[in-house]
């Protein structure tokens, strides 16, 4: 079956002398692995240029039921970044960004809404001309929505814990240790009301910011199995002031 739709590159590998093996996200089926031969010519339909991390792509491919690979026939570049692949502040958020969706979209099945956020937010990030050193937090933050285990912010008050395995606030110590006490637990509340046009008015330092992505990636692994330790963490964590 011949598929049109749009997608979004996760990461993309050598296969041989001449064939690339990507992983995207796509709007119409979810994840999907793709095989394609790279054309060298200036008519070549596939380009390897074309598949770098969090690209924002059109694709179609021969899709065969049960297949683990599936034959990309031509992809076209569906939203241009004009920024992303300049900048290197911007270039190793999406590095890590990419990374990330790598292990939080396995086996993920179709969700249009999801695949919306993702792209939306990365045109958003290559517009920004300022202020996005939290832009990572806030696009993490909101993810675990789509992914069902966002908190619920309804019943927060002063004083409470963040109950890090429950996805929850409270008043009491857990009795486990996967916890923030109050202090973390506002600032983890305040992440949360944050949109990426208000995120510029909550001030961190590196060794804040840092100390987010480490409790974010936490929970991460708290919720999804198998999570494994993040390779681009290290050079994220160098950026900004």
């Not at 709007?27 to 060298?40: A, H, L, T, V, Y």
């Not at 241009?80 to 990330?100: G, M, N, Q, R, V």
């Not at 249009?112 to 517009?127: G, H, K, P, Q, T």
Request: hydrophobic share 40%.
């Amino acid at each position: 079956m011949i598929m049109k739709t749009r997608a979004i590159v996760l990461k993309s590998f050598h296969y041989g002398e001449d064939s690339l093996i990507i992983d995207m996200f796509t709007e119409d089926s979810g994840r999907m692995s793709f095989i394609s031969r790279m054309g060298k010519s200036k008519k070549a339909k596939v380009k390897k240029q074309l598949f770098s991390p969090l690209s924002l792509l059109e694709i179609e491919c021969d899709v065969r039921q049960k297949a683990q690979l599936h034959r990309l026939k031509d992809a076209r570049i569906a939203a241009p970044f004009t920024s992303i692949p300049f900048d290197p502040y911007k270039l190793s958020i999406s590095l890590f960004l990419a990374e990330f969706l790598q292990y939080a979209l396995r086996g993920e099945q179709k969700d249009e809404s999801l695949f919306v956020y993702i792209f939306n937010s990365m045109r958003w990030l290559d517009a920004c001309t300022r202020s996005f050193a939290n832009f990572h937090i806030v696009f993490l933050m909101h993810l675990s929505r789509f992914l069902g285990f966002y908190p619920n912010l309804s019943g927060k008050r002063y004083g409470d814990y963040f109950d890090l395995r429950g996805a929850c606030f409270c008043s009491l110590r857990p009795s486990h240790p996967y916890y923030l006490l109050p202090k973390d637990a506002s600032v983890m509340e305040l992440l949360m009301r944050l949109n990426y046009q208000t995120m510029h008015l909550f001030a961190m330092n590196r060794a804040e910011r840092n100390h987010c992505i480490e409790v974010i990636i936490a929970y991460y692994k708290l919720h999804l199995p198998d999570f494994p330790d993040m390779k681009s963490l290290d050079v994220l964590g160098q950026l900004f002031s």
